[in-house]
């Protein structure tokens, strides 16, 4: 399987060792949607930071411009998060990978060989770009676009990515679950019986 370990691409991600360097695409697709696009998250320079730290990119110094680009980057993959079906999930992203240079090679810097999918030295943005673009257009053949989504509760606007067996998904985290969930039940509870 292409991805290895199943993350939990919508609230927290385990971005932690070779395994992650390797399947990061995704998972950074989704931190970065939701850090720039959702309501009360942190787009900013050290937010975005921490993301690009978190999945192993090498980012000791975010500037600004890069930032900028990052930002137009996340608004830019949203909309393969909300396609409504397969064929506009694939023209989004056949526009997303023209628009990234790449060069896809086997690269081994400690981590065991891995793909790389940006043009050998590109800088950061670029990497990140081309990365994320391949992860998410290989989950979409692979899995199929609905285990791409936006979060099922009404007050939540994060996205998430579902790489579980069951195509269950429809939240963002296990918090908003349980939210649904217990929202749910009471809307139950004050419908009256037959």
Same mark, same amino acid.
């Given at each position: 399987m292409f991805f290895g370990r199943l993350f939990d691409y919508g609230a927290g991600v385990d971005a932690s060792g070779a395994d992650a360097y390797r399947n990061d695409g995704v998972g950074t697709a989704v931190a970065l949607v939701n850090a720039v696009t959702a309501c009360g998250a942190d787009a900013s320079d050290e937010g975005l930071r921490e993301i690009l730290l978190a999945f192993k990119y090498a980012a000791a110094e975010l500037s600004a411009p890069e930032a900028s680009t990052l930002r137009r980057w996340a608004r830019d993959l949203r909309p393969v998060f909300e396609a409504e079906d397969v064929t506009a999930a694939v023209a989004l992203l056949n526009g997303l990978l023209a628009a990234v240079p790449m060069q896809p090679h086997i690269s081994d810097h400690g981590l065991g060989p891995h793909m790389h999918y940006a043009v050998? &030295? /590109? /800088? +950061? =943005?670029d990497r990140l770009r081309a990365h994320t673009a391949m992860g998410l257009a290989t989950l979409v *053949?692979?899995?199929?676009v609905d285990r791409l989504g936006v979060c099922a509760l009404d007050d939540c606007d994060r996205v998430y990515a579902d790489l579980n067996r069951g195509r269950r998904r429809r939240y963002c985290s #296990?918090? *908003? +679950?349980?939210?649904? &969930?217990? /929202?749910?039940?009471?809307? #139950?509870? #004050?419908? =009256?019986?037959p």
């Open positions: 050998s &030295g /590109a /800088a +950061l =943005p *053949c692979e899995y199929g #296990r918090a *908003c +679950l349980n939210r649904g &969930g217990v /929202a749910a039940f009471r809307a #139950r509870r #004050r419908t =009256p019986g």
